[in-house]
């Protein structure tokens, strides 16, 4: 069964940081594009960072760039979101992806694990 399970989230305070996971089973994600998006209440879904399948290339976007750090270890099949200096903007699902495409565009992923809430709150 293909499968991404992501994994982390949590309630934490302004200014703390938290370590997203995300885990592949039944496929091995050394071949896809992977990607972090984020989706908050009465919100589009939106592209937080990405990267590409060798690792050489990352994005992130405007919104986190200097505080979220993407990274992936093909040897253990997963890919990690690192956050910084998180604020209560940064309260959302977050959702791993994988997809052929180092894109922004959301249809173009083919795997989606089920998200993990991330809650910035005093």
């Known amino acids: 069964q293909v499968q991404l399970v992501e994994s982390g989230g949590g309630l934490v305070q302004p200014g703390a940081s938290l370590r997203l996971s995300c885990a592949a089973s039944?496929?091995?994600?050394?071949?896809?594009?992977i990607g972090w998006f984020r989706q908050a209440p009465g919100k589009e879904r939106e592209v937080v960072s990405r990267i590409s399948i060798s690792g050489a290339s990352t994005y992130n976007a405007d919104s986190v760039k200097g505080r979220f750090t993407i990274s992936r270890d093909n040897t253990k099949n997963a890919v990690y979101l690192q956050m910084n200096s998180l604020s209560p903007e940064d309260t959302a699902v977050y959702y791993c992806a994988a997809g052929p495409y180092y894109s922004d565009y959301v249809a173009l992923y083919d795997y989606w694990g089920q998200g993990t809430q991330v809650t910035v709150s005093s």
């Open positions: 039944g496929f091995t994600l050394d071949r896809y594009v």
